[in-house]
């Protein structure tokens, strides 16, 4: 089995929940995978008590409420595994050195660590018996080993022939692992143990980090459900297991998961798949991208036999080619890395290509600079670059698999688990039940959704079929103003001139025809690709040259107050360059202030799909402020008889760290909340700060967004809805107060409260949602469609819940692609009482009003937009792959505000962002 050289275990990237920038389609494929950042308890804690609030006691979590009655009863398969643990105490230790006997440094290598404790565990303990290990410094074993509890002992282990390793133990803890189903059993007398779900979620993943390649917490193997997935990249096939603590007991949530390893490939040929031209120096883009890519990875070199089986790390890629890199040779002589090679192997075929370093940093030695063409990338690594948009393409084609197909793949993965032999699970007396396959759930039903008026006066109110509708025959609930200053800008040089007029007469009929009042462009201009040397400044020049006004007066100044207002640029791109997408997003929402859309030039054609003119254009009618659809039924008269604001709050730390797991920021947090009853008008703020972990100034945020909602109706809300996304379980439950962000986010947003206004004490509904809680169901005929999914309104509230928190599941969209992935509703505060029915219906019923398409969505849409709004201000900013901003000092002027996050104020009140 090829091994993990890199010993990050960094996460796999698998993330198609819909929370980036997406297609102009709606809510595509919902997968389970692993993913951290967010989810569920993420973090390490000790949870031995509810949260004790010094300042208002009542707002501590709530406890489980009764559960609701209201919808059809039908019954799910799950893929939660019951558990039956035996054991009573497990000891866990900390491993405070290992390191060889004759040498004084610590052993890094996580192989090697496992290897150690293996060996410790069966020949070094009192008694013969497995160790669960967590490749870090946490042993959990059932023997004591001889120690009393804070005391240590150093152990000396043979690992190989004449080989020893000294390894130092402390006991640190005795638990009680049946502390664990006691709280299960009596939530309210008893505390959660997290420390307990943490020891067993260690000893299910001891032995397989044996025989799989580690990737976090999900286990990969190559075999014969490995499939292409990009070039040189293979997607590996494997899973994830979470122990969790729920109400019908303790259970393994287990996944199938799949990640993207590197197939056994040369150097050239994988740049040659990658699209490269070789025949001439790289680019500079295409030398920062195979540079970014092969940093830490490891080869082979095949120009000498003694080197095929020796891996070698690269520090870098050489900025010169082989031909302009010169050493000293053994006679003194300046000798280049191509002469040397053609004197004494062979001339290189590509001497004009880079060559790789891969200097032994650690030793003292000479610099070694080999050629692209005789390296050889090993099998098995793991790829950590971001993936191409190739690739995003083939893995949802890859895990477009219907809930039934993915049961019974997972199926075949527990099997493949072997529980039943697995010696750490036998020496902890731990039993893997057959899966869940008749859970209790809810089929709720859809609220009516109401659009503009037709030819009577009156609205066009209907109730969606399973969650989906379309615009045909009916008009937009609203246009904020017809649309006449607008421009088209076509980047693809081989897009023909007679192709791009049908898209844009068709788009302006199609528009018309659904209420939205559109004239044509006022200018439509062709031009090459975006340059490399300062983008932005080019496009924004591109852009001013267009004639976008009705007084003929070109946009010269982004903040002359005197011209029109551009309402609209859309920007047919080159496909599948994301670079064009990033700059235009930055000239229009930070340079110059205006909404922008981007269309890859795929889709536009003659014969361009009505459903996809159709998608465009309800993302184009919400960003200029209108609004497409309203829910035709009245929200609960709990709700109603308050002036409210719903409020989505997220905290993102980008695509790229989000996948990797980082903790260090930037991190961007964004708040998104409705300004009118019917959900149409919202207000934003963000930030940017350092700890990825939780809002540092909630409070700053909410008093932005109250802000808006005072000048708008001169009154201040009674009641603060708030969406939390992303919070996990450690995040709420833990006791100390300056560790539960939950307790922290709280304060701070009551804190703004009173700075509105002293005596400003607005009711808070609390609700935090996740989508990531590796949890999926499987429905019958009466609940779901021919591949299994749920359809739209099942909601599960009973049996794998939290046995002590008020809290659901809920699937609100009908499935597109793949399996559709529930949402987690946890609610901590509610101060106005909400029955389960009325949370359940109320959260369901919003995800009809999402802007951007015409179905239900699978959270509600202030968190969506919060997701999206925080991801746009990466682009902006430019941190999302760790560089600098793009825009220059000059070009960004006044309207830069708020930790110099690059958003115009032109469109402070727009959903710019969707």
């Known amino acids: 089995i090829p091994v993990d050289v890199s010993g990050s275990g960094e996460p796999a990237n698998l993330d198609v929940s819909g929370s980036g920038e997406p297609a102009v389609v709606s809510e595509i494929a919902d997968l389970p995978v692993d993913e951290p950042g967010v989810g569920e308890a993420t973090m390490a804690m000790e949870a031995e008590a509810p949260v004790q609030r010094h300042v208002e006691p009542a707002r501590a979590p709530m406890f489980p409420i009764d559960e609701g009655t209201e919808g059809t009863r039908t019954r799910l398969k799950t893929n939660l595994l019951p558990l039956k643990i035996e054991v009573r105490t497990v000891y866990h230790f ?62 000396k282990v043979e690992v190989y022939e004449g080989k020893f390793v000294k390894v130092g133990l402390k006991l640190v803890n005795e638990m009680d692992v049946q502390s664990l189903l006691a709280y299960i059993r009596d939530p309210l007398t008893f505390s959660p143990r997290q420390d307990v779900l943490n020891m067993l979620s260690c000893v299910f993943q001891t032995s397989p980090a044996s025989r799989y390649l580690v990737v976090r917490n999900g286990f990969f193997r190559e075999g014969n459900d490995a499939r292409p997935w990009g070039p040189g990249v293979d997607a590996w096939l494997g899973y994830t297991m979470v122990p969790k603590a729920l109400r019908l007991g303790v259970h393994l949530s287990f996944n199938h998961s799949r990640t993207a390893v590197y197939r056994e490939i040369g150097v050239i040929e994988w740049l040659d798949s990658l699209r490269i031209y070789l025949r001439a120096p790289l680019s500079e883009r295409d030398w920062r991208r195979i540079s970014k890519e092969l940093k830490n990875m490891y080869v082979k070199t095949i120009h000498r036999p003694q080197d095929l089986d020796k891996p070698r790390k690269i520090n870098a890629v050489t900025p010169e080619s082989a031909e302009r890199i010169f050493f000293k040779d053994r006679d003194g002589n300046d000798i280049s890395v191509a002469q040397y090679f053609a004197e004494l192997y062979r001339p290189l075929n590509f001497p004009h290509l ?19 063409e005789v390296c050889v990338i090993i099998r098995g690594q793991r790829r950590r670059s971001d993936p191409t948009d190739e690739m995003n393409a083939e893995r949802l084609r890859l895990e477009s698999i219907g809930a039934e197909e993915r049961m019974a793949m997972t199926d075949r993965l527990v099997a493949d688990a072997n529980f039943a032999d697995d010696p750490v699970l036998k020496a902890f007396k731990i039993q893997v039940n057959p899966r869940i396959s008749d859970l209790p759930a809810r089929l709720l039903k859809a609220p009516a959704v109401k659009y503009g008026t037709r030819s009577l006066n009156e609205g066009d109110r209907f109730r969606p079929s399973k969650g989906v509708w379309n615009m045909r025959d009916h008009r937009v609930y ?58 932005v400044r080019s496009l924004a020049a591109t852009v001013s040259s267009l004639d976008l006004n009705s007084d003929g007066q070109a946009l010269l100044k982004p903040n002359d107050a005197d011209k029109k207002e551009c309402q609209m640029l859309l920007v047919i791109k080159p496909d599948m360059d994301n670079n064009v997408y990033t700059t235009v997003k930055t000239v229009g929402d930070s340079v110059m202030g205006f909404p922008s859309q981007v269309v890859q030039a795929r889709y536009v054609g003659p014969h361009t799909n009505r459903q996809y003119h159709s998608n465009l254009l309800l ?41 990797e797991g980082l903790v260090q920021g930037p991190a961007v947090a964004a708040v998104v909340a409705t300004v009118d009853p019917e959900m149409t008008k919202f207000a934003h703020a963000h930030c940017m700060q350092s700890d990825v972990r939780h809002v540092e100034d909630a409070g700053h945020l909410f008093k932005q967004v109250i802000g808006e909602f005072s000048s708008a109706w001169k009154n201040l809300p009674d009641v603060l809805i708030i969406y939390r996304e992303g919070l996990s379980e450690g ?15 709280l304060e701070s947003i009551l804190k703004g409260c009173r700075d509105i206004r002293p005596d400003y004490q607005p ?7 996740s989508k990531r809680n590796k949890t999926f169901f499987v429905a019958g005929p009466d609940a779901g469609d021919e591949k299994g999914n749920c359809q739209s309104g099942v909601v599960i509230d009973t049996d794998v819940v939290s046995p002590r928190l008020n809290e659901f599941f809920l699937i609100s969209h009908p499935g597109l ?25 109320f959260c369901f019923h919003q995800c009809f009003t999402f802007a951007r398409c015409a179905r239900a969505v699978s959270i509600v849409p202030t968190v969506y937009y919060a997701q999206l709004y925080a991801l746009r201000v990466f682009l902006l900013s430019g941190t999302d792959d760790g560089t600098e901003s793009v825009i220059s000092d000059d070009l960004r002027g006044p309207q830069a505000h708020y930790n110099h996050v690059p958003t115009h104020s032109n469109l402070s009140d727009r959903l710019f962002f969707i």
């Open 478 to 535: 609203k246009s904020d103003a017809p649309l006449t200053r607008w421009g088209v800008l076509c980047l693809d040089p081989h897009k023909r001139r007679n192709d791009v007029d049908a898209f844009i007469r068709e788009l302006v009929n199609l528009g018309n025809e659904n209420g939205m009042k559109i004239s044509g462009p006022l200018s439509v201009e062709y031009g090459d690709n975006v340059p490399d040397a300062d983008p």
């Open 354 to 372: 880079p060559c790789l370093d891969l200097t032994q940093r650690k030793r003292d030695g000479p610099n070694i600079w080999v050629p692209l």
């Open 763 to 769: 009711k808070i509904v609390f609700i935090v949602v």
């Open 619 to 659: 993302k184009m009618n919400g960003k200029m402020g209108g609004a497409n659809h309203v829910l035709g039924d009245d929200l609960c008269p709990r709700i109603t008889e308050n002036v409210y604001m719903i409020c989505g709050m997220a905290l993102s730390t980008g695509k790229k760290r989000r996948r």
């Open 731 to 745: 995040g709420f439950l833990i006791a100390d107060a300056e560790q539960n962000y939950f307790h922290t986010e």
């Open 94 to 155: 900390k491993i405070t050195t290992m390191m060889f006997e004759d040498r004084n440094a610590e052993i890094k290598n996580k192989d090697l660590r496992r290897k150690v404790v293996q060996k410790l565990g069966t020949h070094e303990f009192q008694e013969e018996t497995a160790l669960a290990y967590d490749a870090k410094d946490n042993v959990y074993g059932v023997f004591d080993g001889g120690l009393i509890l804070g005391s240590s002992v150093e152990k």
């Open 817 to 841: 692609k793949g399996t559709s992935r529930p949402t987690k509703y946890t609610v901590l505060v509610d101060d106005i009482g909400f029955t389960a029915d009325e949370i359940q219906q």
